[in-house]
Nanobody
């Protein structure tokens, strides 16, 4: 499956962005979908997960209460709604897909830059 992330940009602190992850080649509903981010000089970190049957949604502590992960299987697209953004949310955001219940993610999008100004 090929993944294309989009929706990043420059926003002021307290603002919102919605990231999209469009899948092609395979049906996204066959996979768990996750969002990750990597800030300059830091390792990539987990942000959120939604499993293939919507049965499980998980967030990093930094995202809880501010970010919402969702998916629209008929549209083969996943989303990450980000509200109350903070400068520390500045990073390249990646969407990824994995076989249900697998540990590792097999497919990654190219990343979209999110910059939050103070």
């Amino acid at each position: 499956v090929q993944l294309q992330a989009s929706g990043g940009g420059l926003v002021q602190a307290g603002g919102s962005l919605r990231l999209s992850c469009a899948a092609s080649g395979r049906t996204l509903s066959d996979y768990d979908m996750g969002w990750f981010r990597q800030a300059p000089g830091k390792e990539r970190e987990f942000v959120a997960l939604i499993t293939w049957r919507y049965s499980t949604i998980r967030y990093a502590d930094s995202a809880k209460g501010r970010f919402t992960i969702s998916r629209d299987n008929p549209k083969n697209t996943g989303y990450l709604q980000m509200n109350s953004l903070k400068p520390e949310d500045t990073a390249v955001y990646y969407c990824a897909a994995r076989t249900p219940r697998a540990t590792d993610y097999d497919y990654w999008g190219q990343g979209t830059q999110v910059t939050v100004s103070s």
